[in-house]
């Protein structure tokens, strides 16, 4: 699949710059579901077009399409925009999406004449304008045809966007919209996903005439999710979406996994008996909310490397408006887990839930050491996906998040467990997390780490 990105700006090959790919260079990029190249077919002063193309491996998608016994190497998925395309984009061009260039900062918030061209899109005429035009784009999509001998339109449109935006601001529209035009997500939907298109969506996500279906399509049609994701957008509005959903769902609502995995992080801390507790890597802030409304707490932090989180974080939590006492319990900083961090030592107990699968393998000795060798709380308590467990989702291919370094399997979190602990001075024990399936375990997998005192150990 392709996506162009084309420019007339003086000097155009200022593109470059700002996607931090050199004109003269093919790059290449290995992605979970093939391998994307990053090319210029054209290279002037006048004009500079980047493409960014996508070669899937139909040998990665397995469990994608299974409705029959050919439906993983039969599908439209190597050569229609999806969300595996929207995930490609987020990898190769990462620091143009976040609007950061080292080389031409000027340009970052500046508006570019850029052409982009999707040749081949699922999706409507009318649906792709209604959701590129408020955004500022003049939109061509065009239907492509059947075989002639079959007649009409195919449920495809080469979409052509043209318009003067930040760099930065049209590469979030496509990561957004590719994905809601297709309807469809190559990965499993985690409440994590809310950040993501809060984050992609800031500044312009609020006011969309189509906010809702977007939010519906990009979360998967899960209601919890989408109406999460509408309440941050409105504040003290709750969004609901349509009514036709509501019907659909079952009488009585089974826990999310996301809610199991609380429920066993807040019963391990409860069992410790931590009163002061690290929350590393905690995201939008959903175990921080959970914490503070137990008042055996009395001090929470709250670190993320990631500014925004935690904006999303005190957003959540209200924390403008928050009490004077409840808020003197809860510290947000900004801090990265591969780093020591003097803060962070002292403490009861620190969670890293749904963490270490977010850190590049060779970085994982330096959060190992931060952790367990310089904070060394009193109590660990790790959560991590069961990779053996993916197979029981039928809509999964490859990890179940696009920014997941690695998923493991149980014989190999009990192995990296057993190793930190013993590094460290730990003792360690394991417990599932979720619906347990005979053959391949749980969905998510929790090692609680105690500190052995010296006197033991000595």
């Not at 996903?193 to 800031?202: Q, W």
């Not at 408006?321 to 002292?346: F, H, I, N, V």
């Not at 149980?410 to 057993?418: M, V």
Request: hydrophobic share 40%; aromatic share 6%; proline share 7%.
């Amino acid at each position: 699949m392709l996506l162009t990105v084309s420019t007339t700006h003086r000097p155009a090959t200022d593109l470059g710059y700002l996607l931090v790919k050199h004109p003269d260079r093919v790059h290449r990029f290995d992605v979970p579901t093939g391998t994307a190249y990053v090319l210029y077919p054209e290279a002037t002063e006048q004009r500079c077009t980047a493409a960014l193309l996508l070669d899937v491996d139909p040998q990665r998608l397995r469990g994608r399409h299974d409705a029959f016994a050919l439906g993983q190497f039969v599908n439209d998925r190597p050569y229609a925009a999806s969300s595996l395309l929207a995930g490609a984009l987020a990898k190769v061009f990462r620091s143009a999406l976040r609007g950061a260039s080292k080389d031409r900062p000027e340009l970052v918030t500046t508006a570019l004449p850029l052409q982009i061209r999707v040749p081949v899109l699922r999706g409507s005429t009318e649906l792709a304008t209604s959701l590129f035009e408020p955004l500022g784009w003049s939109v061509t999509a065009t239907p492509i045809p059947l075989e002639p001998s079959l007649g009409g339109d195919s449920h495809y449109v080469d979409l052509e966007l043209s318009g003067e935006l930040p760099l930065s601001a049209a590469l979030n529209h496509l990561y957004v919209l590719l994905p809601v035009l297709d309807d469809a997500k190559h990965y499993w939907v985690a409440p994590d996903e809310i950040d993501k298109l809060l984050r992609s969506g800031a500044g312009w996500l609020a006011t969309h005439p189509e906010k809702v279906l977007i939010a519906r399509r990009y979360l998967v049609h899960k209601r919890t999710l989408t109406t999460t994701a509408l309440q941050m957008l409105e504040g003290e509005e709750a969004a609901e979406p349509p009514a036709d959903e509501e019907a659909e769902l079952p009488v009585v609502r089974r826990q999310s996994l996301a809610e199991q995995r609380r429920e066993a992080v807040l019963a391990a801390l409860t069992e410790a008996g931590a009163t002061r507790v690290l929350d590393l890597g905690c995201g939008g802030g959903a175990l921080l909310t959970a914490l503070l409304k137990d008042k055996r707490y009395t001090e929470v932090v709250g670190t993320d490397v990631s500014a925004r989180a935690l904006e999303i974080a005190a957003r959540r939590l209200r924390l403008d408006r928050m009490p004077e006492r409840q808020r003197d319990r809860l510290k947000l900083w900004q801090s990265a887990l591969t780093y020591r961090d003097d803060r962070l030592r002292g403490y009861d107990a620190a969670v890293l839930m749904e963490v270490i699968e977010h850190v590049d393998p060779p970085r994982l000795p330096a959060l190992e050491a931060s952790v367990f060798g310089h904070a060394r709380p009193g109590l660990v308590v790790v959560t991590t996906p069961n990779a053996e467990y993916n197979v029981n989702y039928p809509g999964l291919t490859g990890l179940r998040h696009s920014d997941h370094r690695f998923e493991w399997s149980r014989a190999e979190f009990a192995a990296w467990a057993s190793h930190v602990a013993g590094t460290y001075g730990y003792a360690v024990s394991l417990r599932p997390v979720g619906e347990v399936d005979e053959a391949t375990g749980s969905p998510t997998q929790l090692a609680l780490f105690t500190l052995v005192p010296a006197e033991v150990t000595a």
